[in-house]
Structures are given as C-alpha cells and as structure tokens.
C-alpha cells in the first residue's frame, strides 16, 4: 500500500513537470514543439510574433498560451483559464476575435436564441480547486455581453447529464 502510494506521488510530481510552465523565456520554439508537439492552435501577433495554444488535462481545465517573437523564441508562458484572467474581459468591446487569442478554443459553443446570444464555455479549476465553468456570452455581431461562472456540469453528481437509470 505504501509503495503504491508513494509510485503515485512521484509519477503525479513528474507529469506535473510535463507542462509548458517550465519553458523558460528564450527556448527556441522547436524544442518547445519537440517537447509538447503540435499546438492545439496558433494565434497571429503584432510584429510577426504568434501564440501557440497548449490544453492540458483530460479535462481541459488549464490552458497555456505560449507567446513566441519572430526569431522564434519563447518571450513568455501563461496559464490562461483562470478567473482572474478571465476578469480582465471587457464587456461591449472584447469581440470572438480577442477571445479566442487569449484564451483559445473553447470546449463546446451553446446557443441562447431567445436571448439572442451565443456562449463560448471554457472548464477550469476556480482557486485551483472548483471544477467550474467560464460562460462568455456574445451577442449576434460577436461582441462580449457578459461572463459568469457556475460548476462544471460535468462534475455534478445528478446533474444534467447524469444516467437517468439509476
């Protein structure tokens, strides 16, 4: 039981190590694609620099956007899925566009027509513990409206998508 317990410990301390937070600024971009392979996606930035997008997890609830300059070297790493980032949304001029550079793909897109909205819905781990989701709502001329947060559906026990046989 104690060896199990400890083999746990130490893989779980190894692949907390297999993220792109411990690239450090500078890295040539091919050893960062060597390392973690192909992004999920890669935004376009000013001066030829780009954002490449890493979803981590099986759940997707961190997301590191990796801004590398037009030498092709990385200038700075950041997990993107967090409230606090989330916050810093502004509503009525934030547009798709700048939603998906800074925080990428969402999971899954949810219509809302009687309100004529259209809600991008991004997991993550609220003060790295609640599995939350991030709703950013947007109106028919892709324009932030709103953005709230509630539990990930997911993860609720007699939730939504729970069995209804049991």
Known sequence: ??????????????????TPAAVAPGTPESQLRAQFGR????????????????????????KFMVDVDATGRVQRVEQVLTAEKFARLRIGIDDRAVVRREFGIPLYERPFPLAGLTAWMYPYKENGVWDSEMAVYFDKDG????VESGPDPRFI???PDRDRSR
């Open 157 to 159: 026990r007699n939730g």
């Open 39 to 62: 992004p999920a996606a890669e935004h376009a930035l000013e001066g030829g620099a780009k954002r490449l997008e890493y979803p981590m997890g099986p759940f997707q609830q961190t």
């Open 1 to 18: 039981m104690f060896r199990s317990l400890v083999s746990a410990v130490c893989i779980a301390a190894i692949a907390g190590c297999a």
């Open 143 to 146: 324009i932030v409206r709103k």
